[in-house]
């Protein structure tokens, strides 16, 4: 005799949550967690796998389990994970994939959260001392696709479909061309500071309803994103001042990655005159951080990839070579952002202006005090994506 075994239930989402509660962030962070359980209760479509490192009960720990229709399964507690290792961020990857397997969920999704810093990394470990550096970030989700791989050769096709920065500053072109070389398909990310919890845990729910429409699930997670809003005693606040969701295309990022190689090595030649309006230009586009009382912080040189390139590519008075130049760069990353918005009025920002902030940032120092002033712990231009693209032979030109 034999018995037939029911096959899983078929999920759209499989969203696996890595928080890293670490550091300062524990408290107010914990709360996307709540948001996982209510998600999970009210929409069967959508299946989390999470990893918590937190204090939030007394001794750092790490706690794992697996949400499914609102019930907490396969949980264990153990001695706290480094967050910041690679190793450790491809074994949640593998398990998360694992998971998804068994829940036949349509696509993978990972949300990092705590900390960012842009190119220069994320998930920041007080207790090791560590962050991670964007391309090990990358790796590990090549590292942990290919775990789950060995485990289950019969589902060795699936992968991470997209990523959720729920940290600060992450959507750079160095972090998305670094996903995009791993595999990933999307990244969800703000440019700028967020304030923590950060990005609601509803937008598992706009991935799941539109799986099948890259423009309707863009458009659908930003809209979650900055028509959210927490409580406090007084008002509410929205997480995020900007917000994208980046199309990681490996043909797209090939092209950012060539052009704008050919534009750094145009302005490493150019003449002084020029490399003199090429500064001026940048200096004209805020970097991010732009909120009040935020000088101490190193990410102005952070600009608007978009503002930036089509500033010099309006400079009338450049050579109409490197006009052009900036303005196939500009062409380039635009057709990357499937969906973007900033807010009007975001008072913890100090109502600054973000109307330009549409799509990733680049790391455009205009001078030696902007390139990577809190090197080398926290570096934006170790990274390969800095060197593939001359990014310090323009560096040494304008800064």
């Known amino acids: 005799m034999f018995q037939l075994t029911a096959s899983p239930a078929r999920r759209a989402l499989e969203f696996g949550i890595f928080r890293d509660g670490d550091n300062n962030l524990d408290e107010s962070q914990a709360l996307t967690l709540t948001q996982a359980l209510d998600v999970s209760a009210r929409n069967p479509s959508v299946a989390f796998t999470v990893e918590d490192t937190t204090s939030r009960r007394g001794e750092l720990r790490t706690q794992e389990y697996h949400l499914v229709d609102g019930a907490v399964g396969d949980a264990r507690t153990g001695a706290p994970h480094d967050m910041s290792s690679r190793e450790d961020l491809a074994r949640f990857v593998a398990r998360t994939l694992d998971n998804a397997e068994r ?92 304030i923590s919890p950060g990005v609601p845990t509803t937008v598992a729910e706009a991935i799941a309803q539109h799986v099948d429409d890259p423009d309707a699930m863009s458009t659908a997670v930003v809209r979650n994103v900055m028509e959210f809003r927490y409580a406090t005693f007084d008002q509410g606040y929205g997480p995020a001042a900007a917000f994208d969701v980046l199309d990681l295309s490996p043909a797209k990022w090939n092209a950012i990655e060539g052009d704008l190689k050919a534009f750094n090595n145009d302005i490493a030649v150019a003449s002084a005159a020029d490399r003199e309006a090429v500064r001026n230009d940048a200096a004209g586009i805020d970097g991010m951080v732009r909120f009040p009382g935020s000088k101490g912080l190193p990410w102005h040189a952070d600009r608007p990839a978009i503002a930036l390139y089509d500033a010099i590519g309006a400079d009338g008075s450049l050579p109409l070579e490197l006009q052009n130049a900036a303005r196939r760069v500009s062409a380039d990353v635009r057709a990357t952002v499937l969906a973007h918005a900033e807010s009007a009025d975001v008072r913890a920002f100090g109502d600054a202006n973000y109307s330009d902030a549409a799509g990733p940032t680049v790391h455009f120092p205009v001078s030696a005090r902007e390139l990577d002033p809190w090197a080398p712990r926290v570096s934006e231009t170790n990274n390969r994506f800095y060197r593939a693209v001359d990014g310090e032979a323009v560096a040494r030109a304008i800064a």
């Open 103 to 194: 829940d036949g969920a349509t696509q993978t999704w990972i949300e990092l959260s705590d900390h960012g810093a842009g190119d220069g990394g994320g998930l920041e470990a007080d207790s090791a001392r560590g962050i991670m550096r964007i391309d090990d970030m990358a790796g590990a989700i090549v590292d942990g696709e290919r775990l789950h791989a060995r485990a289950h050769p019969e589902d060795a096709a699936r992968k991470v479909d997209g990523l959720v920065a729920n940290q600060c500053l992450m959507a750079s072109l160095g972090f998305a061309d670094s996903l995009s070389r791993a595999g990933v398909r999307f990244l969800a990310a703000s440019p700028e500071t967020m």
